[in-house]
């Protein structure tokens, strides 16, 4: 069974950064995509960012500028470097990783974006 297993969440005030990693327990070639979502209280989730097998990267206009998503190959991991946070970033992020007919979740990461 395949896991992704996050990590870097935390707290951090107004314009700070945060890394969200996201290791997977196969290779991330045997994805179809992967890519970070979130879910702030009373709100639905939100795909932030996505990355395709061939590299190719896309972003919520919200975020864009400020995250960047990224991957190691040899580590079976991805990353998300989030810069210029906002309160509005505060959300659980969940990594989540597309085979062809099904999704892989993580568990969830907290970030909170505070003074």
């Known amino acids: 069974q395949v896991q992704l297993v996050e990590s870097g969440g935390g707290l951090v005030q107004p314009g700070g950064s945060l890394r969200l990693s996201c290791a997977a327990s196969e290779t991330i070639f045997s994805f179809y995509s992967m890519g970070w979502y979130r879910q702030a209280p009373g709100k639905q989730r939100e795909l932030v960012a996505t990355i395709l097998i061939g590299g190719f990267t896309e972003y919520i206009d919200s975020v864009k500028g400020r995250f960047t998503l990224s991957r190691d190959n040899a580590k079976n991991t991805v990353y998300l470097q989030m810069n210029s946070l906002k309160p509005e970033d505060t959300a659980v992020y969940y990594c989540?990783?597309?085979?062809?007919?099904?999704?892989?979740w993580g568990q969830g990461t907290q970030v909170t974006v505070s003074s």
């Open positions: 989540n990783a597309k085979k062809s007919s099904y999704d892989i």
